[in-house]
């Protein structure tokens, strides 16, 4: 499948000054360890079968707060309202309109909030794709995302009911009491 326009070069700017980046990148040593904000700015050249059209800008992962400005304009996100939160869950989306892809130029800022040691792990680059469209990758993301969960609740649901058979097999057996409780609960 098409993964659209990756962008993965950037222009890192943190309190401790600015420098080139390229993406992946953990950029935990750049910052302090304290809340702030820094950015990722690029001027990107949008490839001409991307052009005249809305386009989505997509960062499949990354467990940060993010907001986006196009041109020095903020962009609303799609999705999720992170205000006043440190982490977020899930890709981020934005929708650049055609006026802005029009011109085949554009200038992107991403403002980040760091609060813990992830927000500096930019370890899967932005890509842009026509409004509303997905790429493989997030497809798998939000199939992991979705069903890993389940997968888990299963797993630790029957742990702990074999723990549980386990410890009325043979009462000496505390200590698999003792589990199948700690699994049931964690499943819950």
Excluded: C
Excluded at 118 to 141: C, F, K
Excluded at 163 to 170: G, I, T
């Amino acid at each position: 499948g098409d993964e659209g326009q990756v962008m993965s070069h950037y222009t890192f700017h943190g309190p401790r000054g600015t420098r080139a980046v390229d993406v992946p990148v953990h950029l935990n040593a750049d910052l302090p360890r304290s809340v702030i904000r820094y950015s990722l700015t690029a001027d990107v050249t949008i490839e001409p079968r991307l052009r005249n059209r809305d386009l989505d800008l997509v960062i499949p992962y990354l467990p940060a707060v993010v907001t986006l400005r196009v041109d020095g304009d903020p962009i609303p996100t799609l999705g999720y309202d992170d205000t006043g939160q440190l982490r977020h869950v899930g890709p981020h989306r934005w929708t650049i309109g055609r006026a802005l892809t029009a011109r085949g130029k554009v200038t992107l800022a991403l403002d980040i909030t760091y609060g813990w040691t992830q927000a500096a792990w930019i370890d899967v680059a932005p890509r842009l794709v026509p409004s509303g469209n997905s790429t493989p990758l997030m497809e798998r993301t939000r199939l992991f995302n979705d069903r890993g969960g389940w997968f888990g609740l299963i797993g630790l649901s029957e742990m702990g009911v074999t723990f549980l058979a386990v410890y009325f097999w043979d009462r000496r057996r505390r200590a698999y009491l003792w589990f199948a409780i700690q699994a049931l609960s964690a499943s819950f």
